[in-house]
């Protein structure tokens, strides 16, 4: 055996090559360097995915949200006062008060979710809808309920006897049903002048 020969099997015995059945092939090793980018992937599509889930949570927004004012009332079709006769964790239901554009049977209610009963109610009327932060065109104002309980389900707070101004087709807007204290609200006037302009 020449010297070139010898170098050749101490290297191929190094390798542990040999098997009973001759020169086999070299083991595998495992491969730290690869493995580290593949965890890093895992973990990169793992966050995509509860990313994903939490932004898709609703396959589309609800009616009305995102809308402006004059969005609001020219796309709803039915929009009238009603009073809160019933308020549960799971229903808000309603007694009508005044029809203000279409017609609506004298009570009907709104399903909800998230927010139960107990929770704090905020009753405000922006002073009587005077204040600039309920006209304000900031997407903050015009399309998150106060409640903060997203934009998939009704969750808003009720009190119960209050009045409301009740977008019936357009439950998605943050002002879709907004309390009405007196008879002078601005933002009842301003409704109830743009349905009588044709919107």
């Given at each position: ?75 709803t ?27 609506s ?18 009753s ?55 309390i ?8 009842l ?11």
């Amino acid at each position: 055996m020449n010297t070139l020969s010898v170098v050749l099997v101490k290297h191929l015995a190094n390798k542990q090559i040999f098997t009973s059945k001759g020169i086999g092939r070299e083991k595998p090793r495992p491969c730290f360097k690869r493995y580290e980018p593949m965890k890093v992937s895992l973990y990169t599509l793992i966050f995509s995915i509860f990313l994903s889930l939490e932004v898709c949570a609703c396959p589309a927004p609800p009616p009305g949200y995102g809308l402006s004012h004059s969005q609001l009332i020219e796309k709803t079709t039915t929009i009238v006062l009603a009073k809160t006769i019933k308020v549960t964790d799971k229903v808000v239901v309603f007694e009508l008060v005044e029809n203000i554009k279409g017609e609506s049977e004298k009570e009907f209610f709104w399903r909800r979710s998230r927010i139960p009963k107990s929770v704090k109610h905020i009753s405000t009327d922006f002073n009587r809808h005077i204040e600039p932060t309920f006209w304000s065109n900031s997407l903050l104002v015009r399309r998150s309920p106060p409640s903060k309980g997203g934009i998939c389900n009704i969750a808003f707070t009720y009190e119960l006897g209050e009045v409301y101004l009740v977008f019936r087709e357009s439950w998605g807007h943050a002002h879709s049903n907004e309390i009405i204290k007196s008879e002078d609200d601005k933002w009842l006037a301003y409704v109830k002048e743009s349905v009588a302009s044709g919107l």
